[in-house]
């Protein structure tokens, strides 16, 4: 690197200018793996401050920048090259847009000269990836890359988050050139929406209180904006039941008198059933998937509904709106309670709809039918949340022991709990509980897991013992593709067709075998002891739990199905 003395500019290589720019946005931690056409990047980590940490496979270097995106509410980096390794990618890139994600993917790229002459590990990244990312550079200059970069993140965590990929050729990374690193820049066409309108929110207000059975609904964007407080100041103030979507468990204290847990497919029988009888409903940073409210048309015939959400193309997509409140819903609902406080409005008494809730809820409790045996999911579950500190992080893989999660595992501290939810990436969970680690080292992070999903990330455990970095796998392990068996059984007739896991590996030993703790639990005192034994741990450590593979997750909505459809155990 040289300094131009007459200019006052820094003469330096594109992939220090690279470096240079992560620096100024706080990067410490960077998620990947070297190939040919990311070396020179590669080189650069010798001369800086900025940690790398070498995963095994590049999808999985994306879930765990993601992972740290999420927990953080900083992007997460993760690097990777050329062609194989940016298509490797692309899952976990996926997967940060379905989630409002803020996630950089930075890949290598054969020199400008060879794009389009299908070169050795050639792929055009930015064509594949441009329908599942915010925005996609390509610097063609090293001048470039600083701008790129500064941009990349802003458009990355504001508005609705989501992951950018910067693609830089070889050549580019090599080349030197006077690089400036702008502090003030304009990117034209993109004006994220912050600030809500105060007369839809005077609206929203009067439609909440001429409401005789009102319900908040919130998503993940409440979690997003961290509006905790906010939320739960509304819900108290108007003695409102307040309902999530999967995305949006954990907005909301799961053992607050006035939750009643997530809706959907497989959401609370209590959730479900009070938002079929609610009049209006304060959706709050959600996108109405049908996964959360069944057919779209039932869902809102008897609603009146108030939508707010930072995404103005979110509004009306899916259900239609009465009142639309567009902005960053933890400033939309600031508005909200000091408008309310303003009219002096507050229901200190228990309405009789928050008595009806009430009962629902009791009822339910006393009701719902479980797994009879010792090692059911429910009680397992349970147990861990008994022997868990509230502010440990958790994460899930994607199956049934996902809804499993969602139906017994109280989120008491909001914010604490992620999940794959827009694209349900099987793989997800261990390797984003590693990133989630990285950005909150001093709390215990858990990855509620399967069998089938955690076969498919494991061999993250090398990054997690060689990096020093002890999160717990909490494997429900009914030796089966889980979910898919259920629909088998649901739906096919019993035909159980490729779900067979055959009990391989043994995940104990694989463990051992990567340096990792393994233990195997198969009794409640067992269990009791192992959590307990992992929460001490200082390496990573592995809790398999064999489980009847017959159980189902219940209460089911079956697709094409309304809320009020739910199929309750017997």
């Given at each position: 690197?040289?300094?131009d003395l007459?200019n006052?500019m820094?003469?330096?290589k594109?992939?220090k200018?690279?470096?240079?720019?992560?620096?100024?946005?706080?990067v410490k931690?960077v998620?990947g793996?070297p190939?040919?056409a990311n070396?020179?990047?590669?080189?650069?980590?010798?001369?800086?401050?900025?940690?790398?940490?070498?995963?095994r496979?590049?999808?999985?270097?994306?879930?765990?920048a993601?992972g740290?995106g999420r927990?953080?509410r900083k992007?997460?980096?993760c690097?990777?090259?050329s062609g194989p390794?940016a298509?490797?990618?692309l899952t976990?890139?996926?997967?940060?847009?379905a989630?409002?994600?803020?996630?950089i993917?930075?890949?290598g790229q054969v020199?400008?000269?060879m794009?389009g002459?299908?070169?050795?590990?050639?792929s055009?990244?930015?064509?594949?990836?441009?329908p599942?990312?915010?925005?996609?550079?390509q610097?063609?200059?090293?001048?470039?890359?600083?701008?790129?970069?500064?941009k990349g993140?802003?458009i990355a965590?504001?508005?609705r988050?989501?992951?950018?990929?910067i693609?830089?050729p070889?050549d580019?990374?090599?080349?030197?050139?006077?690089?400036?690193?702008?502090?003030e820049f304009?990117?034209?066409?993109?004006?994220?929406w912050?600030?809500?309108?105060?007369i839809?929110v005077e609206?929203?207000i009067?439609m909440?209180?001429?409401a005789?059975?009102?319900v908040?609904?919130?998503?993940?964007?409440?979690?997003?904006?961290?509006?905790?407080a906010?939320?739960?100041?509304?819900?108290e103030?108007l003695?409102?039941?307040?309902?999530?979507?999967?995305?949006?468990?954990?907005?909301?204290?799961e053992?607050h008198?006035?939750?009643l847990?997530?809706i959907?497919?497989?959401?609370?029988?209590?959730?479900?059933?009070i938002?079929?009888?609610?009049?209006?409903?304060?959706?709050?940073?959600?996108?109405?998937s049908d996964?959360?409210v069944?057919?779209?048309?039932?869902?809102?015939?008897?609603?009146?509904i108030?939508?707010m959400?930072v995404?103005?193309a979110?509004?009306?997509?899916n259900?239609t709106?009465?009142v639309?409140?567009?902005?960053?819903?933890?400033?939309?609902?600031?508005?909200m309670?000091?408008m309310?406080?303003?009219?002096?409005?507050?229901?200190?008494?228990?309405t009789t709809?928050?008595?009806?809730?009430k009962?629902?809820?009791?009822?339910w409790k006393e009701?719902?039918?479980?797994?009879?045996?010792?090692?059911?999911a429910?009680k397992?579950l349970?147990?861990l949340?008994?022997?868990?500190?509230h502010?440990?992080?958790v994460?899930?893989e994607v199956?049934?022991h996902?809804m499993?999660?969602?139906?017994?595992f109280?989120?008491?501290?909001?914010?604490?709990?992620?999940?794959?939810?827009?694209?349900?990436?099987?793989?997800?969970?261990?390797?984003?509980?590693?990133?989630?680690?990285?950005?909150?080292?001093d709390?215990?992070?858990?990855?509620?897991?399967?069998?089938?999903?955690?076969?498919?990330?494991?061999?993250?455990?090398?990054?997690?013992?060689l990096?020093?970095i002890?999160?717990?796998?909490?494997?429900l392990?009914?030796s089966?593709?889980?979910?898919?068996?259920?629909?088998?059984r649901?739906?096919?007739?019993r035909?159980?067709?490729?779900?067979d896991?055959?009990?391989?590996p043994?995940?104990?030993k694989?463990?051992?075998?990567?340096?990792?703790?393994?233990?195997?639990a198969q009794?409640?005192?067992?269990l009791?002891?192992a959590?307990?034994?992992?929460?001490?741990s200082?390496?990573?450590?592995?809790i398999d739990i064999p489980?009847d593979?017959?159980?189902?997750?219940?209460?089911?909505?079956?697709?094409g199905?309304?809320?009020?459809d739910?199929?309750?155990?017997?």
């Amino acid at each position: 690197m040289a300094i131009d003395l007459e200019n006052k500019m820094e003469i330096m290589k594109g992939a220090k200018a690279l470096m240079v720019a992560l620096e100024k946005e706080g990067v410490k931690e960077v998620f990947g793996l070297p190939g040919g056409a990311n070396l020179p990047m590669y080189d650069e980590f010798s001369r800086c401050n900025i940690r790398h940490i070498l995963t095994r496979h590049e999808q999985s270097a994306a879930h765990m920048a993601d992972g740290f995106g999420r927990v953080s509410r900083k992007p997460g980096v993760c690097f990777a090259t050329s062609g194989p390794g940016a298509t490797n990618i692309l899952t976990g890139i996926a997967t940060a847009q379905a989630d409002s994600s803020p996630m950089i993917a930075v890949t290598g790229q054969v020199p400008v000269a060879m794009i389009g002459k299908d070169a050795f590990q050639e792929s055009d990244i930015i064509g594949m990836a441009n329908p599942v990312v915010k925005y996609a550079f390509q610097p063609r200059s090293a001048s470039e890359i600083p701008l790129a970069v500064r941009k990349g993140f802003y458009i990355a965590e504001t508005g609705r988050p989501g992951p950018v990929l910067i693609d830089i050729p070889k050549d580019v990374q090599t080349n030197e050139s006077e690089m400036t690193f702008p502090d003030e820049f304009k990117i034209q066409g993109y004006h994220p929406w912050t600030d809500p309108d105060i007369i839809h929110v005077e609206k929203a207000i009067g439609m909440l209180l001429n409401a005789e059975k009102p319900v908040i609904l919130a998503g993940g964007g409440t979690i997003i904006s961290s509006a905790f407080a906010e939320l739960q100041t509304i819900a108290e103030f108007l003695m409102i039941p307040v309902v999530t979507t999967f995305k949006g468990k954990g907005a909301f204290p799961e053992n607050h008198p006035l939750s009643l847990g997530p809706i959907g497919m497989h959401g609370h029988a209590e959730a479900n059933r009070i938002m079929t009888e609610a009049d209006c409903v304060l959706a709050i940073g959600t996108r109405f998937s049908d996964r959360s409210v069944g057919t779209f048309e039932d869902f809102e015939k008897k609603l009146k509904i108030i939508h707010m959400d930072v995404d103005p193309a979110e509004i009306g997509k899916n259900q239609t709106t009465n009142v639309a409140v567009v902005g960053d819903v933890r400033a939309s609902l600031r508005i909200m309670i000091k408008m309310l406080m303003q009219k002096a409005v507050e229901k200190t008494d228990e309405t009789t709809w928050f008595k009806h809730v009430k009962e629902t809820k009791e009822y339910w409790k006393e009701n719902l039918k479980l797994h009879p045996g010792e090692m059911g999911a429910a009680k397992i579950l349970r147990k861990l949340r008994e022997l868990l500190p509230h502010q440990s992080i958790v994460t899930t893989e994607v199956g049934q022991h996902q809804m499993w999660a969602s139906l017994f595992f109280d989120v008491i501290q909001p914010g604490t709990f992620f999940s794959s939810t827009g694209l349900g990436t099987m793989g997800w969970g261990f390797p984003a509980a590693i990133g989630a680690k990285v950005a909150k080292p001093d709390v215990p992070v858990v990855d509620i897991a399967g069998d089938g999903s955690f076969a498919m990330t494991e061999n993250s455990l090398a990054t997690a013992v060689l990096e020093d970095i002890p999160v717990i796998v909490f494997i429900l392990n009914n030796s089966t593709l889980g979910m898919v068996a259920q629909w088998q059984r649901t739906f096919y007739e019993r035909r159980m067709i490729g779900v067979d896991q055959g009990q391989c590996p043994d995940y104990v030993k694989l463990a051992e075998s990567y340096g990792a703790q393994g233990i195997r639990a198969q009794s409640m005192d067992e269990l009791d002891k192992a959590i307990k034994t992992a929460l001490s741990s200082e390496v990573a450590t592995v809790i398999d739990i064999p489980i009847d593979p017959e159980e189902d997750v219940l209460p089911f909505v079956a697709p094409g199905t309304s809320l009020a459809d739910m199929v309750l155990p017997s």
